[in-house]
């Protein structure tokens, strides 16, 4: 029997890939086909995605495949979530999508709230999170703004689904990038009528809403044309990135909560049905689509976003480590050998709640860091060690904290057999996982690192048959990577005392 080859484009922020998956003797093999950035555009006062250049480089990676002669199964399609691109009357896309990360949004959030549809109501109707930049008063800002686009839009397609149609020419809602939107009522399992009305849309402006693992379609005589393949379907994975990492979690049963690591952290669980009451909206959880008609119900935590920014703004003053007694400059220090400094940092020195708002993007991250110890009270940090000994000590006291909402929300006890996933490019950072197993009191798996591919090309595998279900999905993960184990090793006094002092400092702010 032939090889069936899966093709997945996998698309972040700043950059994306295209990569070929197969599965042989009850294992997945990859392989990166192509590489390339996600930069954005700023024009007219504002900030947009170049649509067509990520369809381009969709295009190249199909034409290499075509020429080392490979028959592709199916192709899927990740994204980031909430943008979103505007197509016409005439078939033809109205100006690039406006990225996330424009400031139009900026106080549009709290004006709907107070002006349209109250911020419990909304809340109560998609149990999602609420950001300025979620799709829905992405709209109202351009609502406000009289934006042409969308004044004259026949269709409105999320990332991914505007890259399926752009291959196929067949307009889909994708459920997992939908419920990204704040728009999707996840008890119907359909977008709200009522909030889609509140920007001047209508149901009829989206395409049909299809669940992960449909067929949208096979390529057009078009595109067939300029990268030498046939008919190839193309199918709707979990289109949102986030939904296809969570998918290729490789839990052995549903004990199981995961960590979604990298600049941001998501730590969440997966449930049946959406979890939307008067807890989950105090401590403000989301409620996002999953595969199989499961829930990610999870937060946001800032992640190594403070880590990152802090290294850069050491790399810009010149500041240095030593290592091995020998002076080097930031810039040159590898990230083991920074890291490995700042364990020879007391623990629980200095500690910060990550995820308060002086944080989202200060001016300077050490700055920032150094003013919330000295309005706490606290030992200011003043080294590079002391820093990242303060940020990595601080993550996981956070993640401890969301770690026991999670267990509230599922009813189960820390003392049961649940098991934390680590993923993404996060779980490579042994101290920081070895410290989240502490604080949390559980077992941590690290790994994958590239679980967004994987989730992408094993719901292909799905839907052509090649696996069952998820659980099955996840055997062959599981067996496919290497997952790192980690089990608590510390003080357990010392990380509850730390966690006490974490939480008054929380409250000082």
């Not at 190249?60 to 020429?67: F, I, Q």
């Not at 401590?283 to 992640?303: A, D």
């Amino acid at each position: 029997m032939s090889k069936k080859y899966y093709f997945a484009v996998d698309l972040g922020a700043t950059s994306g890939r295209t990569i070929l998956g197969t599965l042989v003797d009850g294992r997945l093999e990859q392989e990166e086909i192509t590489r390339f950035p996600n930069n954005l555009i700023e024009t007219g006062g504002h900030f947009y995605w170049d649509i067509y250049a990520l369809y381009f480089e969709m295009i190249r990676g199909l034409k290499e495949v075509a020429r080392r002669g490979i028959t592709l199964t199916s192709i899927g399609i990740d994204t980031w979530g909430v943008d979103f691109v505007f197509i016409g009357e005439d078939g033809a896309i109205l100006r690039n999508p406006m990225a996330y990360r424009d400031p139009h949004t900026f106080g549009r959030m709290e004006e709907y709230l107070h002006n349209v549809v109250s911020r419990r109501e909304v809340y109560d109707i998609t149990g999602i999170q609420l950001m300025n930049f979620n799709s829905l008063f992405q709209f109202y800002a351009m609502q406000q703004a009289g934006n042409s686009a969308l004044q004259h839009c026949k269709k409105v397609l999320f990332m991914p689904d505007a890259l399926s149609w752009m291959l196929t020419g067949e307009a889909v809602c994708e459920y997992t990038i939908a419920s990204t939107s704040q728009m999707l009522d996840p008890r119907t399992g359909d977008l709200s009528e009522k909030l889609i009305e509140s920007v001047g849309l209508t149901r009829g402006h989206f395409g049909r809403m299809v669940q992960p693992g449909t067929q949208i379609g096979v390529l057009t005589e078009e595109v067939q044309k300029i990268t030498g393949l046939g008919p190839v379907p193309v199918i709707a994975v979990a289109g949102h990135d986030t939904g296809s990492a969570v998918a290729a979690v490789p839990a052995k049963d549903e004990h199981f909560a995961y960590l979604s690591s990298g600049t941001w952290s998501l730590m969440g669980i997966e449930t049946k049905n959406a979890i939307i009451n008067d807890r989950s909206y105090e401590l403000n959880f989301t409620n996002e689509g999953g595969v199989e008609g499961t829930t990610r119900f999870l937060k946001n935590i800032c992640g190594m976003w403070l880590y990152e920014r802090c290294r850069k703004e050491w790399a810009t003053r010149g500041e240095w480590l030593e290592v091995r007694g020998e002076r080097i400059p930031l810039d040159k220090v590898s990230h083991p050998e920074l890291q490995g400094s700042a364990m020879q940092v007391e623990a629980f020195r200095s500690i910060i709640n990550p995820d308060d708002k002086m944080f989202a993007n200060p001016p300077s991250m050490i700055e920032a860091i150094q003013q919330y110890c000295r309005e706490t009270g606290q030992t200011v940090p003043e080294t590079p060690a002391e820093i990242c000994r303060c940020i990595f000590d601080s993550l996981a006291l956070r993640y401890k904290q969301v770690f026991q909402w999670l267990m509230e929300f599922k009813n189960t006890p820390l003392t049961s057999d649940i098991v934390l996933h680590v993923i993404g490019g996060g779980s490579l950072n042994k101290y920081l996982t070895q410290f989240t197993a502490d604080a949390c009191g559980v077992e941590v798996l690290a790994g994958p690192q590239e679980c967004t591919a994987i989730g992408n090309i094993m719901m292909q595998a799905k839907a052509s048959g090649d696996v069952a279900d998820i659980w099955e999905m996840r055997r062959i993960i599981a067996s496919s990577v290497e997952m790192v184990p980690y089990h608590p090793t510390g003080d357990k006094a010392a990380w509850d005392k730390a966690y006490q002092r974490f939480l008054e400092v929380s409250g000082k702010r």
